[in-house]
Nanobody, 120 residues
Framework: QLQASGGGLVQAGGSLRLSCAASGSSFGIYGMGWFRQTPGKEREFVATIHWHTSSTFYADSVKGRFTISRGNPVYLSMSSLKPEDTGVYFC??????????????????WGQGTQVTVSS
């Protein structure tokens, strides 16, 4: 089970750190990811980390501003936030390397989401 937290309201240019706590053993996890979603849109890939190598990959829109870190909890540190970063942020775990890590369909477990609102 995954529990996401840390969202809130922040002004543009500000920072937030999201947490994703996993209950139970992390045995078998292949990677962790963060996605975000706004009303009427599909869930959008934000960042991912390989559980064993700690290699990371980011969406172009957040590269250089967001950092994902491995551990329990998994963190997503966000800085220089922009209004377009607004959305519900979800953490997710995948137990296989099959498929593309930017696709939400390749993730097996999801947290409940935490709202991030960036005001201009």
């Amino acid at each position: 089970q995954l529990q996401a937290s840390g969202g809130g309201l922040v002004q543009a240019g500000g920072s937030l750190r999201l947490s994703c706590a996993a209950s139970g053993s992390s045995f078998g996890i292949y990677g962790m990811g963060w996605f975000r979603q706004t009303p009427g849109k599909e869930r959008e890939f934000v960042a991912t980390i390989h559980w064993h190598t700690s290699s990371t990959f980011y969406a172009d829109s957040v590269k250089g501003r967001f950092t994902i870190s491995r551990g329990n909890p998994v963190y997503l540190s966000m800085s220089s936030l922009k209004p377009e970063d607004t959305g519900v942020y979800f953490c997710a775990a995948r137990y296989s390397g099959r498929g593309s890590f930017i696709s939400a369909y390749t993730y097996d477990y999801w947290g409940q989401g935490t709202q991030v609102t960036v005001s201009s």
